[in-house]
């Protein structure tokens, strides 16, 4: 793999995913034919990149408007949502135009969300300038917004129409940032792909401060890995019936602790400990059994760890999670389903625990003190 030379990962042959290093000029590139107006939607955070994106889209002759949004999960309400709308209404713009997502998870959701919906659905491009943007949330089309009963209850499948990830961008991400993006990078390890967990294991064996940073010597083949993984996934189950349901690995007991501790965990962390609770539920319901069982559960905590990433959550809330567990999007009725490994890179399915098991896990991640870090 040449680190210079633009990587470029097909969904299913229906766009592309373009992983490069001084790429991010490029973005006139993924979008479609016939688009007159574009909706730039971004964060306050990263004034440089957006005018960066803007530029090279007014200099290919769009007529580019811009909308700042609300930095982090602040964006992904139903208020911001309807600004855009807004916006877009008074621009007057049409089924050939198209949305811009430049910034990470939370506004690639947001700008997704919105293109999705406006006009029943026009083009999105997204540039997301995080890792977790990266390797997760800018690809594969599930877009959405929280509402104050839960994360992301509102949202569409609405694939993109292509996704530029210039790597030279998360050069200024703060580590902490950078971090949780590798929580998602470590999902796809245990799910599919446990070359990540090499590659995650050797970087912190020769340099721990570098591999949780830009510095990472395999952050490249990390990222475009996880691609891969989420790419092949997302080709055979766009609309989640049954195979999409492994990238949710970890969430829910992750979004519930998002959820309880009102968005002031970062997504990655939260996941982080829903890893590891989901192992150690596999471990009491027979899906991890034996030696090689205890060891998996053990390289959860081992992996997530070395990267700084919190395993455990505050005692005493289990209320509160169970309430938000129950509004999963992958719950039937009245039964929570999870899932579980049932061995390396083996996942399955876990319908209706008993409570006793589910708490009793709670009970194996707990610990005094509600903070990530
Ligand atoms: N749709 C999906 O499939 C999917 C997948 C995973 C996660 N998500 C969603 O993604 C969201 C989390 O995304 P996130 O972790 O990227 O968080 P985020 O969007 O809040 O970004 C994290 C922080 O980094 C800042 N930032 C972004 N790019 C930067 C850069 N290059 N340099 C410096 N600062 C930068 C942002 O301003 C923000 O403060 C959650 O809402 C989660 O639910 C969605
Ligand atoms: O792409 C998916 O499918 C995922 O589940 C990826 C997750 O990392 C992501 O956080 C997603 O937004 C969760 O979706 P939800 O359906 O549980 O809201
Ligand atoms: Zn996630």
């Known amino acids: 793999m040449t680190a210079d030379a633009p990587t470029t990962i097909s969904v299913g042959g229906d766009y592309d995913v373009v992983i490069g ?10 979008l479609g034919a016939d688009v007159d107006r574009v909706l730039v939607v971004h964060p306050p955070t990263l004034p440089e990149l957006t005018a960066r994106v803007t530029s090279a ?85 599930k877009t959405g917004i929280n509402t104050a009963e839960g994360k992301n209850l509102v949202g569409a499948f609405h694939p993109p129409a292509g996704v530029l990830c210039d790597v030279d961008v998360l050069a200024t991400l703060p580590e902490a940032d950078l971090v949780a993006g590798l929580a998602e990078v470590v999902k796809c390890g245990f799910i599919a792909d446990p070359v990540v967990l090499d590659l995650v294991e050797d970087a912190v064996a020769s340099d721990p401060t570098a591999a949780r940073g830009a510095a990472n010597p395999h952050l490249r083949e990390l990222i475009e890995r996880a691609v891969r993984v989420k790419a092949d996934v997302v080709a055979a189950d766009l609309r989640e019936s049954s195979l999409r349901e492994i ?35 596999a471990r009491l319901t027979g899906h991890l059994a034996g030696p090689e069982g205890d060891a998996l559960v053990a390289r959860h905590r081992s992996v997530l760890e070395s990267l700084g990433l919190t395993t455990t959550y505050a005692a005493g809330r289990w209320d509160e999670l169970l309430t938000a567990m129950r509004r999963d999007k992958k719950s039937r009725g009245s039964t929570l389903r999870f899932v579980v490994l049932d061995g390396l890179a083996r996942p399955s399915r876990l319908a209706g625990p008993d409570d006793a098991l589910l708490q009793a896990a709670y009970g194996l991640v707990s610990r005094r003190g509600t903070s990530p870090s």
């Open 21 to 30: 290093s001084g790429v991010l000029d490029r973005v006139g590139d993924l």
């Open 247 to 281: 990238l949710n690995y970890g969430h829910t007991f992750g979004h519930a602790i998002e959820q309880v501790e009102h968005y002031t965990w970062r997504h990655g962390e939260a996941v982080a400990v829903g890893m590891v609770y989901v192992a150690e539920l």
């Open 57 to 141: 889209l007014e200099g290919l002759g769009y007529a580019v408007h811009v909308a700042e949004v609300p930095d982090a999960e602040a964006a992904k309400t139903a208020e911001v949502a309807a600004s855009l709308w807004a916006q877009l209404g008074v621009a007057g713009f049409t089924r050939t135009d198209a949305v811009v997502g430049v910034g990470g998870g939370t506004v690639t959701d947001l700008a997704g969300f919105v293109a999705a919906s406006w006009l029943r659905g026009v083009q999105v491009v997204q540039v997301p300038t995080t890792l977790l943007g990266m390797v997760d949330a800018a690809v594969g089309g």
